[in-house]
């Protein structure tokens, strides 16, 4: 399943990538320094003699204007390949890596440009893993660290050591099903703040003074990030850009897998023509009460929708039933208890798809759809894959 929505690159996407989003830094009075022999391993591992437990392994000028991108374990089912990346100005491109008491290593590309803002902006991962994201504008909707470069940042981005190949699952031992608490560590706040300590050493070596601010930029699981070095090392960074922030699991993963578990339940998974309909009919009804029909309903603009509204409303699939609504009025209400007590959050009305970063989606078996989710929800449900394969 792509990480990105429904995977298609529609209007208001590319707009945004069109956007001063990507470009909001005028680089031409910045003037490039000679950093030949400083970008090395050998000055950079002396410079960094204070951190010894962090190893340089490359450091080269690029004035390619080009990196291409390493192989991702995401692709293809989390994520499509990245492409080569362009446009990049001249930079001292770093590979620092850090051994961990734990035995876990951490890889942290770094990137400091030979004409430099003075700042430094880390970035984040996304899902549950903490980086690097080496996609661009429009398949993200974040600051990456070649959007950063191209605006004079120094920047980074690290693994926390996890370079397991599964996305949700990567904590439990595949044998034991026991926890690995050091890298859940790394995950949740540790590897943060390590890349902030390392990525603004290498700066200061390379430039002979420390940024004079220090900023993070994440979304999602990235933005989980941004909260978790906020609230335990408020030094690291002066300005923190957390948006979209997966930071409470026990009410994000109810409300990941309660589109399957709802339609599952009712025997009947809304196609995508639906799915449109629906989001069409609410964009009509709610679209455009801010001053501004752009396509998306922001929070100026909720409102209660009736999902009935819609039925009889023809689709490529088929008219739209009662069932249907009443699945859309469910999907967008959010998972309760018997009580009525909630559980986590629905959908927003508007929202474009149904199935959540990497862990629901539908497919089609035997010529019909059915919800799926990935199967590390049992993983974290039962706590040992053991367990799980006896369920």
Known sequence: ????????????????????????????????????????????????????????????????????????????????????????????????????????????????????????????????????????????????????????????????????????????????????????????????????????????????????????????????QGVAVALRYPEDFDGIWASDAAVNWTSLWPSAMWPALVMKEYGTVLPPAKFKAFRNAALEACDGADGVRDGFIGLAELRPFDAHSVVGRQTLAGPITTIDAEIMQKLWDGPRRANGERLGYGLPVGTESWGAVGICKSVEIEGRLEPVCDESQAYYLYGRLSLCKRH
């Open 1 to 224: 399943m792509s990480y990105y929505a429904d995977g298609a690159l529609d209007a208001d996407k590319i707009k945004l990538a069109q956007s001063g989003f990507t470009r909001w830094v005028d680089t031409s009075s910045f003037q490039p320094v000679d950093l030949d022999d400083r970008c090395s391993v050998d000055f950079l591992q002396a410079a960094l003699s204070h951190l010894p437990d962090v190893e340089i392994v490359l450091a080269k000028v690029n004035r390619s204007g080009q990196f291409a991108p390493p192989p991702s374990h995401l692709v293809p089912d989390y994520a499509p390949a990245p492409s080569l990346i362009t446009d990049l100005p001249a930079f001292c491109q770093i590979l620092a890596i850090q051994r961990a008491a734990g035995g876990h290593v951490a890889h942290m590309p770094i990137w400091v440009p030979l004409a430099w803002n003075g700042r430094f902006l880390a970035t984040g991962g996304m899902g549950s893993i903490t980086g690097p994201i080496w996609f661009e504008q429009p398949a993200v909707r974040t600051v990456t660290m070649p959007i950063a470069l191209r605006n004079g940042f120094a920047t980074a981005a690290t693994d926390a050591g996890n370079r397991d190949p599964r996305f949700f699952d990567w904590p439990l031992d595949p044998k034991s099903g026991a926890l690995d608490w050091d890298l859940l560590r790394n995950w949740s706040y540790r590897g943060t703040h390590e890349l902030a300590v390392v990525a603004k050493a290498v700066t200061e070596a390379l430039h002979g003074k420390p940024p004079s601010r220090s900023y993070y930029a994440g979304c999602s699981g990235g933005g989980r």
